[in-house]
């Protein structure tokens, strides 16, 4: 169904028709004043935390964070605000997710945690050895670029699932937020300018550098104002027709289209786009004690391996002792940093052995919990010593041998996360990606005469590009038809055990990082006293089962030389989390957002 520009008399009749609430809870949405730029740089910028009362949201960009605020306004629930924030997100932070991609939802009614998987899925053509060119790999960047990494995207019909069960404004104008800053224009932020700017692939795409640069190439500049009329076209339809209007049609069409160009075609199909059906999963949860207290903490489980390898890494540093105190000077100390590293390599090696799509792959033991399982971890915590191990080998949970190879290590990226908390107490944390900054780069428009559009995924890149180790034996996380890649997205909710008390929405982008993230927040606000936004501040550290990661500039020199003396390969990066977080305190909630990035909350 084609709607014509503008919104008019046609949609108001549909808006009317398609609720049931009360005339005060209709959301009418109103554009920011976009005078000046969001942040004022790219790089870091301190966020002070923000205090609410009843309601509160936190997203990645400003406009976004807006669109969900004024839902929640509206009377909209928690799981409504996360749809009208993705939506915007897709417009005005193309480069980590949109409709092209996928997400994990956690919802909270109140009464129960339920987990909506939204992965992508690999097409009904794909093959093991897809991503592999005369018995070897490709490099990320060729398997990255080729119409093999696109899978069917899952954000629109998963969000449209939960939306059925857990939405109170009618999902029409829950869109309506992106379509208006989509005809209106936005402001090119200083966080999406230099990403254009560094990007060595964007400009490949013919569709995408007529839209994101000008005539010379150039990335448009910050605060730039960028219309995109094809996306507002797009979103026009999935408000009237829900998700059939992209897995299906000609927006569907024009994705297949995509895929089949070279470099390496890709083979998704109409029919692989009609098929998607999101997964309702049943949440991983865990207990955790801090500060002589019990805490439950909530997160998705395969195919993330985020909750699983959260789970381990805090269940191993519960059986070791720290040596002094675990911050020193306001930062982890090298004792704490050692102790957790060697915790990351062990849940990291069971990590790469063991998780991947259940609905291909069996369990460790039959049990995922079986990862998580109190006397394996305790076991497991023996292996670390007072010298670092540098790379460790997967367990045996539950006693049993595994059959599959080790997936080798690589490059994970992207991603988006939203946090919400409406008046009701009922909470969402929604983790969302493309994969890759910008995804496959690969921009898809129903009428190339229409400027703009929306990025396909990268997803793909995910599986395992070697389906099988130099002995034959096969990686769980290899290509299937229908699979769905490991992630390490980690939507996390954190209740009071005793109580069942709502604690905590929390979660991040980052790549497999973001499981460091996420885990560097659980601990400085359960373990050190620490609120949500001084808990994000702390510099980053983590380990990917090799050398130990620490964000660059974010620790003495002291800390450095400790931690080598004790045998680690340390190396200082850039560790650009984007961490939002929204926290119960005693008069209401309290939110913080990641000062590496232009999150912000807001709230009533």
Request: glycine share 10%; charged share 15%.
């Amino acid at each position: 169904m084609n709607i014509p520009l503008p919104l008019s008399l046609t949609v108001m009749a549909l808006l009317s028709a398609c609720t049931t609430q009360p005339p005060s809870q209709v959301l009418r949405y109103s554009a920011p004043d976009q005078a000046a730029p969001p942040e004022a740089a790219s790089g870091n910028t301190a966020k002070p935390g923000w205090t609410f009362t009843r309601q509160a949201v936190a997203a990645a960009n400003p406009l976004a964070t807006d669109a969900g605020h004024q839902v929640l306004r509206a009377g909209g629930s928690a799981l409504d605000a996360a749809i009208a924030v993705q939506m915007v997100l897709g417009l005005v932070e193309p480069q980590s997710s949109g409709i092209g991609g996928g997400a994990f939802l956690l919802h909270y009614d109140g009464v129960k945690v339920s987990a909506h998987d939204g992965r992508e899925t690999a097409p009904a053509g794909a093959h093991s050895d897809m991503f592999m060119n005369q018995g070897k790999p490709l490099t990320f960047d060729e398997a990255l670029q080729s119409g093999h990494s696109v899978g069917v995207p899952g954000a629109v019909r998963m969000l449209e699932a939960a939306h059925r069960q857990h939405g109170r404004l009618p999902w029409l104008q829950l869109l309506q937020p992106a379509i208006t800053l989509a005809e209106q224009g936005f402001r090119v932020s200083p966080r999406l300018h230099s990403l254009l700017q560094a990007d060595p692939h964007l400009k490949k795409d013919p569709l995408a550098l007529r839209f994101f640069y000008d005539a010379q190439g150039r990335a448009w500049p910050v605060g730039h104002v960028l219309r995109n009329p094809e996306y507002a076209h797009v979103l026009r339809g999935i408000a009237v027709q829900g998700s059939r209007a992209l897995h299906e049609g000609p927006v569907a069409q024009a994705m297949v289209a995509r895929t089949a160009q070279a470099p390496r075609p890709g083979t998704l199909s109409l029919q692989d786009l009609a098929n998607y059906q999101p997964r309702q999963r049943e949440a991983l949860c865990f207990d955790h004690a801090a500060q002589a207290k019990a805490q439950r903490i909530c997160g998705f489980p395969p195919p993330s391996s985020g909750q699983l390898a959260i789970g381990q890494i805090l269940g191993l540093l519960s059986h070791t002792q720290p040596q002094g105190a675990e911050l020193v000077s306001g930062k982890p100390s090298p004792d704490f940093l050692h102790r957790y590293t060697e915790a990351s390599r062990l849940a990291f090696a069971d990590r790469a052995q063991f998780v991947a799509d259940p609905d291909f792959v069996s369990a460790p033991a039959g049990e995922w919990r079986s990862l998580l399982a109190p006397t394996y971890l305790r076991e497991r915590s023996q292996r670390i010593g007072a010298q670092s191990m540098q790379v460790a080998t997967p367990g045996q949970p539950g006693g049993v041998q595994s059959t599959w190879a080790p997936m080798p290590a690589q490059t994970e990226y992207g991603t988006s996360h939203i946090s919400v908390i409406d008046a009701q107490g009922h909470a969402v944390a929604l983790t969302t990606t493309i994969e890759a900054a910008f995804g496959s780069r690969r921009m898809v428009t129903t009428d190339p005469s229409r400027p703009g559009g929306f990025l396909l995924n990268n997803e793909l890149t995910d599986f395992s590009l070697a389906p099988s180790d130099a002995q034959g034996r096969p990686v769980a996380n290899r290509v299937e038809p229908g699979k769905r890649p490991r992630s390490s997205m980690s939507p996390s909710l954190v209740f009071d055990k005793a109580t069942g008390q709502l604690l905590m929405s929390v979660g991040s982008p980052g790549g497999a990082l973001i499981i460091h993230y996420t885990a560097k927040l659980l601990t400085g606000t359960l373990h050190w006293g620490l609120n949500a936004q001084q808990a994000i501040d702390l510099p980053n550290f983590g380990s990917l089962n090799g050398p130990t990661l620490l964000e660059a500039k974010g620790f003495p020199a002291s800390t450095i030389d400790a931690l080598k003396a004790r045998g680690h390969d340390v190396r200082e990066m850039d560790m650009t989390s984007g961490l939002q977080a929204i926290e119960r305190t005693p008069t209401g909630w309290f939110g913080g957002a990641d000062p590496r990035r232009e999150g912000v909350v807001l709230g009533d």
